[in-house]
């Protein structure tokens, strides 16, 4: 079994392109999608379209929920864009989304934690620049119960696998769409395979057309996001 995983698009056609081009030529057997698939000031629904156009398991997070349930004059203005850029085919497609999933019988699915789309797993928020790993206990905590030997996560858009000392490993893929503190705007997802009784994870780093996204975002009216989307080395602060 070899399967693609991607998460965090943000509404970023030109990094989702990139990455479904670069799958395409990976030989395998399915793509998951972790969630926050369209909030972001580029181009929301073409992100929505290409990705209801793809099969394999796929969740919404949290930034999916807020667009798809709110009322719009409760939006942020970032979330707010989104939602008036989707027809309603794609905000019914978002509310239908499940919370977590289950593929294969072997890998488990969610956006932050199991039990929340917002909590952060494998990596705390951001001071500047800086990410720090939580304790073992706190990681462990999440993990309780979901006995899968592979559990997904996204949401934090730092691309990182742990292996917890009974075998299973969490993996993070990164973010499609919007880079932050990595010192690179390129596109991060990761394939996952299953060979001879034993797991292989890669996380590919894709180029694609950067500068084209931040323009977008600055045409869109969202300037704030111009040095994040063409340069990844800034924090999420002020985006949202």
Same mark, same amino acid.
């Given at each position: 079994m070899r399967f693609a995983v991607i998460s965090d698009v943000h509404g970023n056609g030109l990094a989702l392109d990139a990455v479904l081009t670069d799958?395409?030529?990976?030989?395998?057997?399915a793509t998951l999608c972790l969630g926050d698939h369209v909030s972001g000031p580029m181009d929301p629904g073409a992100v929505a379209e290409r990705l209801m156009g793809l099969s394999g398991s796929m969740i919404r997070?949290?930034?999916?929920?807020?667009?798809?349930?709110?009322?719009?004059?409760?939006? #942020?203005?970032?979330? $707010?864009? %989104?939602?008036?850029?989707l027809a309603p085919r794609h905000l019914l497609w978002l509310s239908g989304l499940p919370d977590t999933a289950v593929f294969n019988g072997e890998v488990f699915l969610c956006h932050g934690t199991?039990?929340?789309?917002?909590?952060?797993?494998?990596?705390?928020?951001?001071?500047g620049r800086q990410s720090t790993l939580p304790d073992p #206990?706190?990681?462990? $905590?999440? %993990?309780?119960?979901?006995?899968?030997?592979?559990?997904?996560?996204?949401?934090?858009?730092?691309?990182r696998s742990v292996r917890?000392?009974?075998?299973?490993r969490i993996i993070n893929p990164g973010s499609v769409g919007l880079q932050l503190v990595h010192g690179s705007p390129d596109a991060r997802?990761?394939?996952?395979?299953?060979?001879?009784?034993?797991?292989?994870?890669?996380?590919?780093?894709?180029?694609y057309d950067c500068a084209a996204a931040a323009r977008q975002a600055v045409a869109n009216g969202f300037k704030q996001w111009a040095p994040a989307l063409a340069t990844g080395w800034v924090g999420p602060e002020g985006l949202f």
């Open positions: 799958i395409a030529v990976q030989g395998v057997d997070g949290n930034h999916d929920r807020w667009v798809s349930e709110t009322e719009p004059d409760a939006l #942020d203005p970032v979330d $707010g864009f %989104a939602r008036a850029k199991p039990q929340s789309d917002t909590e952060v797993w494998l990596d705390n928020y951001w001071q #206990d706190t990681i462990l $905590g999440h %993990a309780a119960g979901i006995d899968y030997p592979i559990i997904l996560c996204g949401h934090t858009h730092i691309a917890l000392p009974d075998g299973r997802y990761a394939i996952i395979e299953r060979r001879a009784g034993r797991w292989l994870t890669s996380i590919r780093v894709v180029e």
